[in-house]
């Protein structure tokens, strides 16, 4: 049996508030971003928390790689907390669209194919903003699997807003 893609990425008041506020970093001309870590829905993925980059991430104008030991710390820390896992990461681009590049689909690509990992998809999240303030950055949300990456839209959990993202 194969696992259902989900129609949708929810994500907590929390997860957009350090997604949005790290994202005003990139005004310096260098990409940012952080991991995804929440539950997977037969219908929606739930995304909980959102990391921040690290003190050791590699941030450049067009390649942003994570600090994987401060991400791997934030990933433990959320499981004990709520059980949360690794479903995706988010980050930004800087002069082009919020569609992964060929090099984010080729890491998606390494990860879904790493047996340990064990993903059936991946989530991605990335931000544009073409006037550079990153006040009000254009979002997308994507499910990478195997075979292709689709759109899904994206929304704030109930109860923390404006429910479209």
């Known amino acids: 049996m194969t696992t259902p893609i989900p129609k949708k990425i929810v994500l907590t008041a929390s997860a957009i508030s350090v997604i949005t506020d790290e994202a005003r970093a990139s005004t310096d001309g260098s990409e ?21 980059p690290g003190p050791d991430a590699i941030r450049q104008p067009d390649f942003f790689q994570r600090d994987l030991h401060h991400a791997q710390s934030f990933a ?27 090099r984010d689909l080729a890491t ?19 931000l544009a903003d073409h006037t550079n303030d990153w006040h009000t950055p254009q979002l997308a949300a994507w499910i990478v699997t195997p075979t292709h990456e689709c759109a899904v839209p994206a929304h704030r959990a109930p109860g923390t807003g404006a429910e479209d993202v």
């Not at 829905?41 to 995304?47: K, L, W």
């Not at 980050?91 to 590049?101: D, I």
């Not at 998606?108 to 999240?125: H, K, N, R, S």
């Open 32 to 52: 940012t971003g952080g991991i995804l870590l929440g539950t997977a829905e037969p219908d929606a993925v739930i995304v909980r928390h959102a990391g921040r």
């Open 76 to 102: 433990d820390r959320a499981y004990t907390l709520d059980r949360s896992i690794w479903i995706g990461e988010w980050h930004t681009h800087l002069h082009t669209s919020p569609r992964p590049s060929s």
């Open 108 to 126: 998606y690509q390494a990860l879904l194919g790493d047996p340990e990992l064990a993903f059936d998809y991946f989530v991605a999240i990335i």
